[in-house]
Nanobody, 116 residues
Framework: QVQLVESGGGLVQPGGSLRLSCAASGSILSIIVMGWFRQAPGKQRELVAAITSGGSTNYADSVKSRVIISRDNVKNTVYLQMNSLTPEDTAVYYC??????????WGQGTQVTVSS
C-alpha cells in the first residue's frame, strides 16, 4: 500500500498560480502512473493530469494550456504547477498513483480555491 500526502493548496486570486506537491511513501513497486484528479462540489471527480514513470503526460483539455505535471522518480513525488487559475479550477485536488490513472492509492486531497 502507498501513502500519499498532498500539499500546496490554498486560496489564490484569479490569474494566480499554485504548485501542488504529492509525496508517496510505502510500497510502490507496482506504480506506473502518478497523477492529479480534482472534484468540485456536485461534480464528478475528473482527471487533471497524469504522468508515467517514463515521463509521458496526459492533461485534461480544460487545463492543459495552464498546467504542468512533473515527477521526481527518486523521491516518488509528483507536482502540479497551475497557472492562470480561474474560479472554475476551485476543487479538492487529489493525488493518485497506481498502474493506471484512477487506480491504486489516493491522497486525502488538498483544497484549491480561486476567488477574488
Amino acid at each position: 500500500q502507498v501513502q500519499l500526502v498532498e500539499s500546496g493548496g490554498g486560496l489564490v486570486q484569479p490569474g494566480g498560480s499554485l504548485r501542488l506537491s504529492c509525496a508517496a511513501s510505502g510500497s510502490i513497486l507496482s506504480i506506473i502512473v502518478m497523477g492529479w484528479f480534482r472534484q468540485a462540489p456536485g461534480k464528478q471527480r475528473e482527471l487533471v493530469a497524469a504522468i508515467t514513470s517514463g515521463g509521458s503526460t496526459n492533461y485534461a483539455d480544460s487545463v492543459k494550456s495552464r498546467v504542468i505535471i512533473s515527477r521526481d522518480n527518486v523521491k516518488n513525488t509528483v507536482y502540479l504547477q497551475m497557472n492562470s487559475l480561474t474560479p472554475e479550477d476551485t476543487a479538492v485536488y487529489y493525488c493518485n498513483t497506481g498502474r493506471s490513472p484512477g487506480t491504486g492509492s489516493w491522497g486525502q486531497g488538498t483544497q484549491v480555491t480561486v476567488s477574488s
